[in-house]
């Protein structure tokens, strides 16, 4: 059974401008956390961005909920996925290369009892309200580690990503062409 996300309240007077996500304006957010967590909100598929704002994806608006980036942290001793990462853009201009950015982490409650949670958050988290019940996850505006580079990381990443990616495509149409022109 799947859990729900819970994102609590931003716990700053007054509240930072992007918590709770803003529906209607601009940004990039990036959510990771354990892939245990991750597997707990969606036990039947790998991911799926409608959780953040609790509601289905709007495949008629342009620029609604576009994957830009998947991070996938391996334990290569034993060749598995231990933590899962995506960044994607809600309603982002697709010609805005440094969007504001969300950042939002997953902190799972069930593997430490919540240990994690309470010494990386600024706020007493009681573990019995999460385990089995639901998955926390927190933006970075109300986690003690303050993220000042959260917006230059998140979006260098994606430009990194779009540059792979025109570099593959670019090879893929250089490729075609030689063929073209050897025969």
Same mark, same amino acid.
């Given at each position: /059974? ?6 609590? #309240? ?7 401008? *992007?918590?709770?996500p803003p529906i209607d304006e601009p940004v990039r957010i990036q959510i990771e !956390? ?25 495949? @008629?608006?342009?620029?609604? /909920? ?11 001793? @034993? ?12 309603? +982002? ?7 504001? +950015?969300? #950042? ?7 593997e430490d009892d919540g240990e994690y949670a309470n010494t990386n958050l600024p ?10 019940? @639901?998955?926390?996850? +927190? ?6 580690? @303050? !993220? ?26 250089? !490729? !075609? *062409?030689?063929?073209?022109? #050897?025969?």
């Amino acid at each position: /059974m799947a859990l729900p996300l819970y994102i609590p #309240q931003c716990i700053r007077t007054a509240a930072h401008p *992007l918590h709770p996500p803003p529906i209607d304006e601009p940004v990039r957010i990036q959510i990771e !956390g354990p892939l245990v967590s991750v597997q707990r909100l969606l036990p039947e598929v790998p991911w799926h961005v409608d959780a953040v704002y609790r509601q289905d994806v709007r495949p @008629k608006i342009v620029g609604d /909920m576009v994957i830009r980036d998947k991070y996938l942290g391996w334990v290569h001793q @034993k060749n598995e996925i231990d933590y899962y990462g995506v960044t994607f853009d809600h309603l +982002v201009p697709a010609d805005e290369y440094y969007p504001e +950015v969300l #950042q939002i982490n997953i902190l799972d409650m069930d593997e430490d009892d919540g240990e994690y949670a309470n010494t990386n958050l600024p706020f007493t988290v009681d573990p019995t309200e999460f385990i089995g019940k @639901k998955v926390l996850a +927190v933006p970075r505006c109300c986690q003690k580690r @303050k !993220g000042s580079t959260d917006r230059s990381r998140v979006n260098g990443l994606v430009t990194q990503k779009d540059l792979i990616r025109e570099g593959a495509r670019g090879l893929r149409s250089e !490729g !075609g *062409l030689a063929r073209s022109i #050897q025969e």
